[in-house]
């Protein structure tokens, strides 16, 4: 079974810095493009960040130049930099996968697409 853990938030003061990561874990699936998502409070989920296999990156004009997505293939975890956060990038953070089955390359979510639990990021002013 598939599973997406995120960590890393927390509590930072405007102008700080957190790490997200999102480590996948099971067997015998292949990671194709990964995303990160945000919900804040009463707003609609938000796309930040999409990485594909290859390492191809998009990132939303609301965080670019501060926010970096990447991710290490060997390790099945993706990462969200986050950097100059400001107190408007409050909110629960989620990582999303595209993952397939090693044999059958179907989808190895029952929703299609993975989902973490979603960790959250609070920043004040």
């Known amino acids: 079974q598939v599973r997406l853990v995120e960590s890393g938030g927390g509590s930072v003061q405007a102008g700080g810095s957190l790490r997200l990561s999102c480590v996948v874990s099971g067997a015998g699936f292949t990671i194709n493009r990964m995303e990160w998502y945000r919900q804040a409070p009463e707003k609609q989920r938000e796309l930040v960040a999409a990485i594909a296999s290859g390492g191809i990156t998009n990132i939303a004009d609301s965080v670019k130049g501060r926010f970096t997505i990447s991710r290490d293939n060997a390790k099945n975890t993706g990462y969200l930099q986050m950097n100059s956060l400001e107190p408007e990038d409050t909110a629960v953070y989620y990582c999303?996968?595209?993952?397939?089955?090693?044999?059958?390359?179907?989808?190895?979510?029952?929703?299609?697409?993975?989902w973490g639990q979603g960790t959250q990021v609070t920043v004040s002013s």
């Open positions: 999303a996968a595209d993952i397939r089955t090693a044999l059958s390359s179907a989808y190895a979510c029952p929703a299609k697409w993975c």
